[in-house]
Nanobody, 126 residues
Framework: QVELVESGGGSVQAGGSLRLSCAAS????????MGWFRQAPGKEREGVAS???????IHSDSVKGRFTISQDNAKNTLYLEMSSLKPEDTGMYYC????????????????????WGQGTQVTVSS
C-alpha cells in the first residue's frame, strides 16, 4: 500500500508560480507510474502530467511548456513545478500512482491509478 500526501497549493495571481509536492510512504517511484491530476468544480478529473521510474514524462497540452513533473527517488517525493499560471488552472490537484512492471509512458487517465492523495487546492486569480 502506498500513501501519498500532497502539499504546496495556495492562491496566486495569474502569471505566478507554485511548486506542488507529493510525499510517498514508501519507495514507490521505482515500480510505479506517478501522475498529477486536477479537478475543477463541476468538471471531470483530468490528467496533468505523468512520470515513470525511468523518467519518461507526459504533460497535457494545456500545461505543456508551463508545468514540469519530476521526482526525487531519494526523498520519495514527486513534484509539479507550475509557472505562468492561468485562472483556468484553478482546481484541486491530486497525485496518484499505479504499479507498473516496465518502462515507457504512463497513462494519463485517472481510472488507471489505484493510489491517491487527499489533494491540495490551487487557486489562480486574474
Amino acid at each position: 500500500q502506498v500513501e501519498l500526501v500532497e502539499s504546496g497549493g495556495g492562491s496566486v495571481q495569474a502569471g505566478g508560480s507554485l511548486r506542488l509536492s507529493c510525499a510517498a510512504s514508501a519507495s514507490a517511484y521505482s515500480m510505479y507510474c506517478m501522475g498529477w491530476f486536477r479537478q475543477a468544480p463541476g468538471k471531470e478529473r483530468e490528467g496533468v502530467a505523468s512520470i515513470n521510474a525511468d523518467g519518461t514524462t507526459i504533460h497535457s497540452d494545456s500545461v505543456k511548456g508551463r508545468f514540469t513533473i519530476s521526482q526525487d527517488n531519494a526523498k520519495n517525493t514527486l513534484y509539479l513545478e507550475m509557472s505562468s499560471l492561468k485562472p483556468e488552472d484553478t482546481g484541486m490537484y491530486y497525485c496518484a500512482a499505479y504499479r507498473v512492471s516496465g518502462s515507457g509512458f504512463c497513462y494519463m487517465e485517472w481510472y488507471h491509478y489505484g493510489h491517491w492523495g487527499q489533494g491540495t487546492q490551487v487557486t489562480v486569480s486574474s
